[in-house]
Structures are given as structure tokens and as C-alpha cells.
């Protein structure tokens, strides 16, 4: 039986918010991190969760921080999520749940921190403007009816009933404003957030449009969820009005620096670096929130963002990027740096991050504004392992003796009193794919002690510094199907993390097959979709495919993975989305839906045993439910093991080890494991997941 989410929870979340208002402030202490934000606007390629963990090595040296794109699924198979309607369902436009999941752990593993984009100031419905779908999360059921949206909105005047209280910020037009003064929302962003940490793995979290509503609320959030960090985006040029909300989120957050980012704007475009210093002269620091001391530690530092660098935005910065990116790197407060710039100028940004790190420059840094004028600014910042100077601008300037000069550019100068060692990174291109003719691979490294050199095998082994050793810029032919492994060491001994890239010559098919199980009228159609988002059989509802003689109807993609839908054509019945399809599979369409979808199993293709047919199978699986491993008796000779969840995705394949297999590592919830026997027949049985 499901609980309900505002009886159930009600003493645990009064327990846990009085636990954790003693003091879990999300705002860290002289923090020497430095922030990436890891995408633009429609970034799907750039930002997939499978690209993004190609590059988790490189950015791991350079970031203690990423902040992620929203990670909800808002069920359009390309939206950047800032319109939510799942929360506990984290397959997005950017991959799958368990994609996601990977990716943070992996992250973690490198010592980089992942913080989740919050969007909870509003909420879409799933198929009219307030049809919230219920979730439940570790047995607790989820619902929000009417009392969820403030008084006013404007679903009102389209016939919607709206009967929460007053908004207490600023009306979003696009979604239902949710009122958090009712207890059953705040009951659900709690979970939600718990969800996050301790399902997926976040370590804290950017709120999105805090103008919605009152930080009090932020503030009460974050007592209970407890992460490592909290910013939030309070959109205005005005230091009061940022700071203000700051206070009302109870100095448990920090914030985006809007007023230093438009003092930059003004600064660079046109070049008049008197704009980086107030002009009243009452503080030798640089202008923003890092220009007060009592707000430097909440100050987190951007030139631009996903928002601000939109196409058509009135907030694009338009100045010296590398000369911007200097300034805040050299500068208090928490700087992230934008995904377009890093993948522009990573080069350049590299030994501006090393130098940072090198004299510990951290949120609370002191700083004194050396020198400014129209056309340069000096400023001398303390770490806590020395000094670092930063000159921004077009003027001359010579550092004092004891100062090295770290980098430097046509805008821009960082030196420091102390030795800075770059990191050394290591790409490898192309990404692994399929080459019929062969392909040629490029080894690039970069960073260290010089000299640096690379080593690479193509058995499959693992590189060591007796491996084939090449220099940056060296490139290989491969065909065939090739494994290519890499490393970079300098010569300080500093090693990066093995590279792996799979080059084939020959195209992986996938079959996709189902029947029209439940005897729609019409011609039956196949949709599908890449994680790029890209159509792959044509605009929605897609192509029209013909059962054969035996009623499958069958499609066959000449790649590694799809993402499809089965449906009756535009605006008739259509299944769920099946995600993160990677082998040749049958579907049953079932009865039950989710929304109006219809969900599916996986099943054998040569005939389904339903669950309810093995009453009288000698097969015994136990523990059911299970925390580690599954034990399978009764049975002999199975050629095949696997678990689907309930959206027929196959999750995990597996080996039988003394009668046993370990999902220790696969998350709580319900699945199918599928068995498939040495004389061809499957077998099917529902296993739980604590």
C-alpha cells in the first residue's frame, strides 16, 4: 500500500528540519572551489550525460564543482528542463536516470562535486496546465491537487481551479506558480531534495528564479536537505536587492553575482575598467557582492550564463572573454566559469585556475585594488599560500620583484609569489563510433612539468610509462575494431586517468520489435530519437511500419542505441517513452499507463511467459526483496541473466556465481529478471530492490 506523502511525513520532516537548523548553513568557508557551469542554451550534444563523462578527467583537474543542466524529466524529448513535471524521474533531454547517476558518482570518484539545477519556483502539469503527476519515492506517494498553485494564476482565467495562497514573490507566466507555504509542497521538495543527495548522488544545489518566492523558504529547504552548497539565481544588477535576498534565505546560501556581472558588461564593452571599482571610493575592492566583506563569502562570480549568453539577450557579454574569466578567477568569491568559454579557450583558462589554486585564493580573500583607470586595473589578492596580482586591461603594469608571471594575454596579466603547477590533461579524438574505412587518431596533452608525453596501447591493455610513448599532437591510424588506451605523465610524475576510445568498422544493428497487443485501429508507427535529440524515422508520429505474417511489427537501426516510441499515429495512443535501447528486443504494449501513455515490458520474442504462469515452476528466487544479491535455485543450465525495469530499458546483464548475483549496485525499485534457459525458453519474475 502506498503512504501518503503529508501524513506519513509530517513528524519526519519536523524531526529533520529541527535537526538540521542548527546550523548546516550551505555556505562554505574560505572555499578555494571553482565552478563549471556544463552547458548553454539547447546544449543537448554538448551536455549529454554521455559526453559529459568523456570528459570528467580533464574537468575533475581543473573543478571542484559542475553544476548540471535541470535533470527532470519533462517529457519533451528536447527541453532544457527549465519546465518541469518530474521530479523523481531523472530521465531528461541530456540521457537516462542511470546515465545521470554514473555520471555523478564518476565525478565524485575524481573529487569534483555535482550540483543539481533546482526548479521548484514553478511546475508544469503532464497534459494540461495543472495535472501533476503523482510520484512516489521509496513507498510514499506524492500528489499535489489545486491547493499547490497561488491564488491568481493564470490558470484561473482558463478554467483551471487555483485555491493556494498569495504568491509571495514574482508571478512566472510560463508554469503554475507553487505555493510553498503549504505544508504537503514543502513535504515533497524535501524528499525531492533528499532524493537528489542520497538517491543520485548531488552534493548541492542551484536554485532557479528565487524572485518566485520567499528565501525563507530556500533557507528551510536547505536545513533539511542538508548538501555541501547552495546558490541561488536572484536576477538583478542591484547589490541590495541580492544581498536582501541573501538575509532572507538566513545566510544559508549563496548567490550569483549579478551586479558584478553587469559592472563587467559595463567594463568591457566599451574597454573602461574604472566600472571593476565602485566609483564612490569607499572600498578598495572590486564592485559586486565581492566588494563588501560581509558578502564576498555568498558571492558566486560569472561573466556569463545560460540565460545571459542566449541568443538575443540584452545581458550577453560582449567584451575581452579571457580578460573577463582573468578577473573573477583572480578575484573573491566562488568564479564559474561558462561552458562555451572553457571549450573556446580551456588553454587559456587552465593556468588562470592553477594560479588561483596555487596562492589559494578563496571566497573571503582580501583584496586591494592596486591601480585603476580607463584602461587598466590592478588588483592584489591574498591566499592562503601567498599573493597573486591580476592586471586587467590595455595599460602597462610591472610586478613587484618576488612576483612570477603565471600567464598573460592581450587584455590581461596574473602573476603570484608563489610556484604554480598546471595539471596535465589528455584528449584523444574522434569519440569512440564506427569507421567503416578507418579513422585517425589525435593525442593531445596539455599542462604539467615539461616535458610531458603520452602512452598509448591498442590491445586493449592498460598504458603504462613503458607503453608506446608519443608527444602532443601525435596521430595514429586505426581499423578495424580497435581499442585505443592513453595516458599523459609530465615530468614531475603526474599522471592523468586512462583514456579508453573504441574505434569499430562494423555498425552494431538493433532489432525493435512488438506487436499491437492491445488491437489499435489504424496504421501502427515507430518514433525515435538519438541523445542529441535528432528524429531518427522521420517528424513525430514517425514512420509507419507493416507486421509480417505473424503479427511483430519490426524496425532495424543500424546503431549502438535508440530511444523509440510506438504509437497509432498523431493524437491517438502512443506507449511511454523507451529509453536507451542497446540490444535486439520485443515489447508488449500493456494496459496500464502512465498519463495517458501506455506502458510496455520486455519479452521474449518467440512467445511470452507471463509472471503468472511460473505458480507451478520449480524456480525459486529469494531473498524477494533483496538489499545485494539474489539468489537463483531450481534451475540449471541458464544462458542468459538479466533485469529490465518496468519501461522495458534493460538495466544490468549478469553471470550466476555459486547459484547467486550481486545488484548491490543497481538502484531501490521494482524490476523484471529474465532468464532464459539452455533449452531457449525465458522465464520472467518481478524482484524488488530495497
Known sequence: ??????????????????????????????????????????????????????????????????????????????????????????????????????????????????????????????????????????????????????????????????TGAADTGENYAAARDIDHSNLNIQITINAYLNFL?????????????????????????????????????????????????????????????????????????????????????SSMQPAGLINKDQSKKYSVTFVENHDTGASGSTSAFTGDILAANAFILSSPGIPC???KHWQTYKEQIKPMIAARKAAGIHSESSVVVNQTSSSIYVATATGKYG???????????????????????????????????????LSVTPDSGVFPTGTTVTFTASGGTAPLYIYYTTDGTEPTSSSTKVSTGAKISVSGTTTVKAIAIDAAGKMTDVITKTYKSEQTNIVVKWKNDLNWTGSMYLYAWDDTNTALVGAWPGTVVTPDASGWYSYTFARDYVNVIFNNGSSKPQTVDIKNVTANTCYKINSTMTGTAYNVTSIDCGGETALDN???????????????????????????????????????????????????????????LYLVTHDGKSLYRKIIKE
Open 197 to 281: 543527495k542520497n538517491e543520485m548522488g548531488y552534493d548541492g544545489w542551484r536554485y532557479d528564479l528565487v524572485k518566485g518566492y520567499s528565501g525563507v523558504y530556500n533557507a528551510m529547504y536547505n536545513d533539511a536537505a542538508g548538501a555541501y552548497m547552495s546558490v541561488g539565481e536572484y536576477w538583478d544588477g542591484s547589490y541590495d536587492g541580492v544581498y536582501n535576498w541573501i538575509k532572507s534565505a538566513n545566510y544559508k546560501s549563496t548567490a550569483f553575482d549579478f551586479p558584478l556581472k553587469y559592472a563587467m558588461n559595463r567594463a568591457f564593452s566599451p574597454n573602461n575598467m574604472t566600472y571593476l571599482k565602485p566609483s564612490n571610493g
Open 1 to 162: 500500500m502506498k503512504k501518503n506523502a503529508s501524513r506519513i511525513l509530517l513528524s519526519t520532516f519536523i524531526v529533520t528540519l529541527f535537526s538540521w537548523q542548527q546550523g548546516k548553513a550551505q555556505v562554505p568557508s574560505q572555499s578555494t572551489d571553482v565552478m563549471l557551469q556544463a552547458f548553454y542554451w539547447n546544449s543537448f550534444t554538448d551536455s549529454s550525460w554521455k559526453n559529459l563523462k568523456t570528459q570528467t578527467t580533464e574537468i575533475s583537474q581543473n573543478f571542484d564543482l559542475i553544476w548540471l543542466p535541470p535533470s527532470g524529466n519533462a517529457v519533451t524529448t528536447s527541453s532544457m528542463g527549465y519546465l518541469p513535471i518530474y521530479y523523481f524521474d531523472q530521465t531528461s533531454s541530456f540521457g537516462t536516470q542511470a546515465d545521470l547517476k554514473s555520471l555523478i558518482a564518476l565525478f565524485k570518484t575524481n573529487g569534483t562535486r555535482c550540483l543539481a539545477d533546482i526548479v521548484i519556483n514553478h511546475r508544469n502539469g503532464r497534459y494540461s496546465w495543472t495535472d501533476f503527476p503523482s510520484e512516489t519515492y521509496n513507498g510514499v506517494a506524492y500528489s499535489w491537487g489545486s491547493e499547490a498553485i497561488c491564488k491568481g494564476d493564470e490558470c484561473v482565467a482558463q478554467g483551471y481551479p487555483a
Open 337 to 339: 566559469v561558462y561552458l
Open 614 to 672: 511460473l505458480t507451478n515452476n520449480i524456480l525459486e528466487i529469494y531473498p524477494n526483496p533483496t538489499k545485494e544479491s539474489v539468489n537463483i535455485s531450481g534451475i540449471d543450465n541458464l544462458t542468459k541473466i538479466s533485469i529490465y525495469n518496468l519501461s522495458g530499458q534493460k538495466i544490468k546483464d549478469f553471470q550466476l556465481l555459486n547459484n547467486s548475483i550481486d545488484i548491490s549496485d543497481v538502484s531501490k525499485g521494482i524490476y523484471i
Open 387 to 425: 599573493n597573486l596580482i591580476v592586471k586587467i586591461g590595455s595599460g602597462s603594469y610591472t610586478a613587484p620583484t618576488g612576483y612570477n608571471l603565471v600567464t598573460s594575454g592581450t587584455n590581461y596579466a596574473i602573476w603570484t609569489n608563489v610556484a604554480v603547477t598546471v595539471a596535465p590533461s
